[in-house]
T-cell receptor
Framework: DAKTTQPTSMDCAEGRAANLPCNHS???????VYWYRQIHSQGPQYIIH???NNETNEMASLIITEDRKSSTLILPHATLRDTAVYYC???????????????FGQGTTLQVKP | KAGVTQTPRYLIKTRGQQVTLSCSPI?????VSWYQQTPGQGLQFLFE???????NKGNFPGRFSGRQFSNSRSEMNVSTLELGDSALYLC???????????FGEGSRLTVL
């Protein structure tokens, strides 16, 4: 079973920031939080990942709470092309026998509206 | 650099038949994993290969099998197809175990 819970769906106005929450209250100390998104009929696309510090790349920012029980993916200026299903995944670290295995939940369907 | 390539993209089979799907990873990537996506169950892990060895297997029946070749290309096979095997089968590659996964566009299988 997935170790994360996410809202089923969210709307966001084009040009505004999209904030996608994720709860992972049972996360272990050495597990990373990964975010992927899947645009309709395409394969999932890696967005960002983090352990405990906030992370930022060209696509998004990841804010992880101090207790690591939840996180938020931020798309700073959402566009229509960001409409997709966003998956928050807790992943075991390198060196674990299960590290190559991702367990996907149902994700959040983000609808960006004009 | 070319992405993950999966063939065929679409295929239709009938119950009882078998199917083989192919995945060519990104050049230099040695790890390949497979996922099944259905509307009811979502994305589910099938198996993972690294250097021609299966490292991990999901909770699927023995009808689902796979292999990886010395050039890192991978195939998965489903025998005695059932209607419930209709799904999008996704392949992902990474440089090594635990690296970021890059997914292909998938092979959409319809079983009639």
């Amino acid at each position: 079973d997935a170790k994360t819970t996410q809202p089923t769906s969210m709307d966001c106005a084009e040009g505004r920031a999209a904030n996608l929450p994720c709860n992972h209250s049972t996360i272990s100390g050495n597990e990373y939080v990964y975010w992927y998104r899947q645009i309709h009929s395409q394969g999932p696309q890696y967005i960002i990942h983090g352990l405990k510090n906030n992370e930022t790349n060209e696509m998004a920012s990841l804010i992880i709470t101090e207790d690591r029980k939840s996180s938020t993916l931020i798309l700073p200026h959402a566009t229509l092309r960001d409409t997709a299903v966003y998956y928050c995944i807790v992943r075991v670290p390198h060196g674990s026998s299960n590290t190559g295995k991702l367990i996907f939940g149902q994700g959040t369907t983000l609808q960006v509206k004009p | 650099k070319a992405g993950v390539t999966q063939t065929p993209r679409y295929l239709i089979k009938t119950r009882g038949q078998q199917v083989t799907l192919s995945c060519s990873p990104i050049s230099g990537h040695r790890s390949v994993s497979w996922y099944q996506q259905t509307p009811g169950q979502g994305l589910q892990f099938l198996f993972e290969y690294f250097s021609e060895t299966q490292r991990n297997k999901g909770n699927f029946p023995g009808r689902f099998s796979g292999r990886q070749f010395s050039n890192s290309r991978s195939e998965m096979n489903v025998s005695t197809l059932e209607l419930g095997d209709s799904a999008l089968y996704l392949c992902a590659s990474s440089e090594g175990v635990g690296g970021e996964l890059f997914f292909g566009e998938g092979s959409r299988l319809t079983v009639l």
